[in-house]
């Protein structure tokens, strides 16, 4: 396990080089080095509403790929409020401008808590902000049902570089406490898909229906009343689980492959401490004209291995690449030897072994490299499309901060004693790349602005070339008194990568690959302007015993040693006689 923090970072305006570590073979067989860096411009963006404390700026994170829009949920601003923000390019540490603005009013009070779930469909055309706790109007169109829930759903112009407000979409049952928009997911099947491209798929979640029993529902994207245009999600499927109880709470999280047919849906399960199931599709692919139906293959538990049912929380986080291969779950309550809560993250992989069985494989255990008790690492994780980078909250984690013994004037140390404490709950993030076929865990994301009870990863969010971190219990904005800051208004740090694709340990060297002359048939050279072959050509490889082919059969002999006798030179050999027999033969 390398330990981030074990290693100094390159500072390049000094020119001091970073530690450097050799990797022998890998899954190419080739040896590389490594150089450790840090590898962000940071920049601090602070919420767009300057005025209004504790409204939880930084509680959910999503963004483009591109870089140059990110959405951010403030859910404890009034009924909630959904921040759209936009740069104009995406060059490291360029700041982001407010752009639009989502509320809503459907509720009849300011428990509705919109965007606090928020998800962005894979393609990046759809953004949706859950808002669970509406107490929603039901099918009367009068009587309300308290902690119903509610979607909204919000569309991409690619002419205006703008979301807009597209669909509310309330529950097809009406019930108080189902919590509908507790989580949720669109995917686009197919490359570069637009509004106008039929197949689509919405999953939300009620995890709250029946008891906390729970129910996941199904949408599927269809032109609208006007006969012409996409602009309708119509609800197809209902998908239950296959071990329902109460408290179960099925739908608390919800992960789906970019083409819809891997998805997977975590409940509470306090009887197996969390719970995960896989379900494939079994109707016709991406076939609109035929029912839908999925079918259940594994179940993923947070059992231990003594058989016990901890409180681990197996499945309190979790995101999927976008092709559905990797599958990464959170366990922020697993207890590991020396600490309670400590948390772990793990690392699934569909069809591990090539051979067509369509399930998930554990490939690989994450924890945190310094570990505390209640960090609750895993508390929140995020993928990048490819499944090569990951980010970790740890909601719990306490950094370190440094006081003086005295900071007056006059001082009777001339201030050089220091104290180092703890930033109780102030939230840790760590960042895990993808080296050749494991996750080591390479960084952990800090910035001078975290304090105490921060919760500094509460939303994280990370795309190929950036990671962005909520925080939403930091002050961030001055006040109007000019000098105090709001309180708990919250903050998001974005950690662009200075250099593209160059990560916490920089690849500096890589072993060439040497060429398999066993695989080469001729050799010859070919004039690409008259398509013609000019010259055949020997191969020579002298190192693997390769010579031309008119020499090697002149060879008697191939050996690793000389098999002459001589009987002059350095070591003569008197005794024994190299015989006439031996007279003309060549040996390599």
Request: net charge negative; with cysteine.
């Amino acid at each position: 396990k390398l330990h981030y923090s074990d290693y100094k970072d390159q500072i390049g305006i000094i020119e001091k080089e970073g530690d450097k570590v050799f990797a022998d073979a890998d899954s190419n067989g080739l040896w590389k080095v490594y150089e450790k860096q840090d590898p962000y411009t940071q920049n601090l963006l602070l919420s767009p509403d300057v005025s209004t404390a504790d409204q939880d700026f930084g509680y959910q994170i999503v963004a483009r790929n591109d870089g140059r829009t990110v959405i951010v949920s403030a859910p404890t601003k009034a009924q909630g409020e959904v921040q759209f923000l936009f740069r104009s390019v995406n060059t490291p540490g360029t700041s982001f401008v407010s752009q639009a603005t989502a509320t809503m009013t459907e509720n009849n009070d300011n428990t509705s808590r919109l965007g606090y779930s928020l998800s962005m469909s894979s393609d990046d055309n759809f953004v949706i902000a859950g808002a669970p706790y509406t107490n929603t109007i039901g099918t009367d169109g009068s009587s309300r049902f308290n902690d119903s829930g509610l979607i909204k759903i919000y569309l991409w112009n690619p002419a205006t570089f703008v979301y807009g407000i597209l669909n509310t979409i309330t529950p097809p049952t009406d019930e108080a406490s189902q919590n509908f928009g507790w989580a949720h997911k669109i995917v686009e099947p197919g490359a570069n898909s637009v509004r106008s491209t039929p197949t689509k798929y919405l999953f939300v979640s009620a995890p709250g229906l029946s008891a906390d029993r729970g129910r996941v529902y199904m949408y599927e994207w269809g032109v609208g009343a006007d006969g012409s245009t996409y602009d309708t999600w119509t609800q197809c499927l209902t998908i239950d689980s296959q071990s329902p109880g109460s408290n179960q709470r099925f739908g608390h999280t919800i992960e789906a492959s970019d083409t819809g047919d891997i998805l997977a849906i975590s409940s509470k399960a306090p009887g197996n401490a969390g719970k995960v199931e896989i379900f494939v599709r079994t109707s016709s692919r991406n076939d609109d004209s035929v029912n839908h139906s999925f079918s259940l293959v594994q179940t993923l538990t947070g059992v231990t291995s003594d058989g016990s049912t901890l409180n681990t929380e197996f499945g309190e986080s979790m995101t999927m690449s976008k092709d559905g291969s990797t599958l990464i779950i959170g366990c922020p309550g697993y207890d590991d030897s020396s600490a309670a809560d400590s948390g772990a993250v793990y690392y699934y992989k569909w069809d591990a072994d090539g051979d067509s069985t369509l399930t998930y494989t554990l490939q690989q255990t994450l924890s945190a490299v310094d570990t505390q008790a209640n960090m609750r690492f895993g508390s929140s994780v995020d993928i990048n499309d490819s499944g090569t980078r990951l980010v970790i909250g740890a909601e719990k984690y306490a950094n370190d901060r440094e006081m003086r013994f005295d900071s007056g004037e006059t001082t009777f140390d001339l201030q050089d004693t220091t104290v180092s404490d703890s930033n109780v709950g102030s939230g840790g993030v760590y960042t895990a790349t993808m080296y050749d076929t494991k996750f080591v865990i390479d960084d952990r994301l800090q910035t001078v602005n975290v304090s105490a009870n921060d919760d500094f990863g509460r939303g994280v969010c990370v795309i190929d070339q950036t990671v962005y971190v909520g925080a939403p219990d930091d002050d961030g904005n001055i006040a109007s008194d000019g000098s105090s800051k709001v309180s708990n208004d919250g903050t998001v740090t974005v950690f662009d990568l200075t250099k593209e694709n160059d990560y916490a340990w920089s690849q500096i060297a890589v072993e060439t690959a040497l060429m398999d002359i066993e695989k080469l048939g001729q050799t010859f050279q070919f004039d690409s302007a008259s398509k013609k072959i000019m010259d055949h050509y020997n191969l020579y490889d002298p190192v693997k015993g390769r010579i031309l082919g008119i020499a090697d059969r002149e060879i008697d002999y191939k050996t690793q040693w000389d098999p002459a006798v001589y009987n002059n030179g350095s070591s003569p050999n008197i005794k024994i006689g190299w015989g006439a027999e031996h007279q003309g033969e060549v040996w390599w």
